[in-house]
């Protein structure tokens, strides 16, 4: 069975840092395409950043290209969001998800080309 879990959530102001993880498990990670996606109330889901396991491409939110950084350990099937300068903005639900197939690099926020889910964990942000 498929399974993402999603931590690190939590209360910051504005300007400080969180970071999120993503354990993965009933998978090969290497095997997908990895993505963090933010939904915030009232809004439609939408991609944060994501990453090809299989040759490495990456792909970043313009909102959050400088802020934020995605990596993964293989070792430990889990991947991480290290969001820096946090703005209130930011503030949202975050879900990782993983997808079975390849995904071209410009697609990749699109977050209905994903499988599977995590519960997601909340991020919010104070002025």
């Known amino acids: 069975e498929v399974q993402l879990v999603e931590s690190g959530g939590g209360l910051v102001q504005a300007g400080g840092s969180l970071r999120l993880s993503c354990a993965a498990s009933?998978?090969?990670?290497?095997?997908?395409?990895i993505g963090w996606f933010r939904q915030a109330p009232g809004k439609e889901r939408e991609g944060v950043s994501c990453i090809s396991r299989s040759d490495g491409s990456t792909w970043y939110a313009d909102s959050v290209k400088g802020r934020f950084t995605l990596s993964s350990d293989n070792a430990k099937n889990t991947a991480y969001l290290q969001m820096n300068s946090l703005k209130p903005e930011d503030t949202a639900v975050y879900y990782c998800a993983a997808a079975g197939s390849p995904i071209r690099a410009q697609a990749m926020g699109v977050y209905h080309l994903y499988d599977y889910w995590g519960q997601g964990t909340q991020v919010t942000v104070s002025s």
């Open positions: 009933g998978f090969t990670f290497d095997d997908y395409v």
